[in-house]
């Protein structure tokens, strides 16, 4: 059972639009969410975080947001650039169990900005 | 400040045989957690090391394994290798603000 879901595999934008991807979860405990970029090869790269007890968190051109109640988060990148290009996998964990490095992660979704 | 480093990136082993694969942590970080990432799968948690012991498990099978030390770089072991078990392994550390960092990852074949 999937307990974190990007249920679009890929998305495509113009350079300089927003972009937003989706991701929804299904495990009520989770608490902490975190969004990672990775180009093939390597090891993700952390870009924003954001706790249950937020509905929005912003860091430059990345913002999050969480709706608990729909146990739905999406992460806006505006505006999008070429060097976005990449895959994008959505993480949660359950920090209130003690498990804070327990991510489980969506499939990811891959973002293409077209220049 | 140096990132978290993984060693070997690129590793080619026979069916049977067992791997180690090594993972030095951010300076100051305490928790280490190995994650499998697969094409069909996608990036699965292995388990979590704090303190040199293991504080959280996934869903894998006893073959694979790991440890910490003291200043907490870690390892981990798979044996009886298995063609199944081609995978990016990548290592992960977070400080106590929760945030968490991983490294470039290590290739394994299975042949």
């Known amino acids: 059972d999937q307990q974190v879901k990007q249920n679009s595999p890929s998305l495509s934008v113009q350079e300089g639009r927003i972009s937003i991807l989706n991701c929804d979860y299904t495990?009520?405990?989770?608490?902490?969410f975190l969004w990672y970029k990775k180009y093939p090869a390597e090891g993700p790269t952390f870009l924003i975080s954001?706790?249950?007890?937020?509905d929005k968190n912003e860091d430059g051109r990345f913002t999050v947001f969480l709706n608990k109640s729909a146990k739905h988060l999406s992460l806006h990148i505006v505006p999008s650039q070429p060097g976005d290009s990449a895959v994008y996998f959505c993480?949660?964990?359950?920090?209130?169990?003690?498990?804070?490095?327990?991510?489980?992660f969506g499939k990811g979704i891959t973002l293409s900005v077209r220049p | 400040k140096a990132g978290v480093t993984q060693t070997p990136r690129y590793l080619i082993k026979t069916r049977g045989q067992q791997v180690t694969l090594s993972c030095s942590p951010i300076?100051?970080?305490?928790?280490v957690s190995w994650y499998q990432q697969t094409p069909g799968q996608g990036l699965q948690f292995l388990f979590e090391?704090?303190?040199?012991?293991?504080?959280n498990k996934g869903n894998f099978p006893g073959r694979f394994s790991g440890r910490q030390f003291s200043n907490s770089r870690s390892e981990m072991n798979v044996s009886t290798l298995e063609l199944g078990d081609s995978a990016l392994y990548l290592c992960?550390?977070?400080?106590?603000?929760?945030?968490?960092?991983f490294g470039e990852g290590s290739w394994l074949t299975v042949v």
């Open positions: 300076s100051g970080h305490r928790s």
């Open positions: 090391y704090f303190s040199e012991t293991q504080r």
């Open positions: 495990n009520s405990m989770f608490d902490y």
């Open positions: 992960a550390s977070s400080s106590e603000s929760g945030t968490i960092y």
């Open positions: 954001i706790s249950s007890i937020k």
């Open positions: 993480a949660a964990s359950a920090t209130n169990t003690g498990a804070n490095s327990k991510l489980t």
